[in-house]
């Protein structure tokens, strides 16, 4: 005789549960995020750029060396490089060439680095360079200055010297992509070593769209592979080590050959 009372009251409970439901207010529709901006040669060389991330900090890095002469801190780097430290060589504001060496997460294992180095009489004095001390940093952190002014100034250091990189662009007689990179590591931001690294690096630029400070890249062996890249000045200028023992200098995006054997632009900013 209880079966009944049970039955109605599970009914109308089930009852209100529906009208419950039919009040809720439908789901909005998904909207698809905006299509990325296609960049028309990443596939022709086969791989997608990245189009979310930044370039990554500079660490810690030590800091050694004031030489008149080029030879000799040409000599440095190829020493620390040939124990497998990432070093290079680069032209200061007072004219003499210095040396980094090192990425570190901390103070104490960058220490630890040239303590080791200084022991084995390879360098002697040193200082360490703290992730506060680089351009990058101090312009985010006051929100002063240009990034990009600080790209093409360092790069202009670089003028009219003999650049001697000995960097991965070497097997294919340019010193390129070490100009650029040791231009972006002063300033903060760790650029990787050879031509083709930093364009998948970067992120997509129509050379219209160019502003100082973005890299440009060049075929210069022919197809479509990169080969070459100099960093872009403004007025369609860009900044360059054309080959091994030649002088970093100007030149035009206009030029008949780096019009014909232009490839792209990548921005890292």
Known sequence: MMIRPIFFRTA?????????????????PVTPPPAAEIDPI???LG??????????????????GAFKQLDNAVRLERLLTQRGVDAYYFRHESGLYKVRFGNHPNYDAARYEAESLRKQGIVSRFFIVTPENYAAAKI???????????????????????????????KNGFDCSGLTMVSYR????????????????????????????????????????????GMYAGHGK?????????????????S???KRTYVGGRTYL
Not at 141 to 170: C, I, K, M, Q
Request: hydrophobic share 40%; with cysteine; aromatic share 10%.
């Open 238 to 254: 860009f900044i360059h080590a054309p080959r091994t023992g030649k002088t970093v200098r100007v030149a035009s995006l206009s």
């Open 12 to 28: 109308l409970l089930s009852l209100f549960l529906l009208v419950l439901c039919s009040c809720t207010a439908p789901s909005p």
């Open 140 to 170: 985010k952190h006051s929100g002063r200055g240009d990034l990009r002014r600080e790209l093409v100034a360092t790069a202009r250091r670089f003028l009219g010297v003999p650049y001697r990189w000995g960097g991965e662009d070497r």
């Open 42 to 44: 990443a596939d022709i």
């Open 186 to 229: 002063l300033n903060g931001l760790n650029l990787p070593r050879n031509s083709r690294a930093q364009f998948k690096a970067g992120r997509y630029v129509s050379k219209k769209n160019l502003q100082p400070g973005d890299l440009v890249f060049f075929a210069t062996k022919g197809g479509k592979r990169v080969t070459h890249v």
């Open 256 to 258: 008949r050959f780096f």
């Open 47 to 64: 791989g997608a750029v990245q189009k979310d991330e930044s370039l990554a900090k500079m660490g810690f890095s030590t800091q050694v």
